[in-house]
């Protein structure tokens, strides 16, 4: 692994790519992030790429997030995929960590619990 952690940011809308980016570089400005809008260019750049943390939105314009899971797992054995949606629910939680999701954290609550969870999984790494 290199010594900059790669960090994939996947949501098809523009604005919650922009403010999920803007607060991981404030907090984390050691990482280099990546954005996809779609399922498809998620696992592409996570073969060209190998992030180590996939954050990773439900409802994707080509595929559900959760059936990405396992084609972003092929590609990177060992990601943490941490589902980010504003569909907070006990299913989708249940279905998100049978499909292999490290972790689950409502869009509402991105700004309070997105930064501590992905400390934690930094740290693993180092």
Do not use: W
């Amino acid at each position: 692994m290199s010594n900059i952690t790669k960090i994939l940011i996947v949501d098809d809308h523009p604005g919650m790519l922009s403010a999920v980016s803007m607060l991981l570089r404030d907090v984390f400005p050691h990482c280099t992030l990546l954005v996809a809008s779609n399922a498809k260019l998620a696992v592409a750049l996570s073969k060209k790429h190998a992030p180590e943390i996939v954050i990773l939105d439900i409802f994707l314009p080509d595929m559900s997030g959760i059936d990405a899971i396992a084609l972003i797992q092929a590609a990177v054995p060992g990601v943490k995929i941490v589902m980010h949606s504003s569909h907070d629910s006990q299913s989708y939680r249940i279905k998100a960590a049978l499909a292999g999701a490290d972790a689950f954290i409502a869009k509402k609550r991105s700004g309070s619990e997105l930064p501590p969870l992905l400390a934690q999984i930094l740290a693993e790494f180092v």
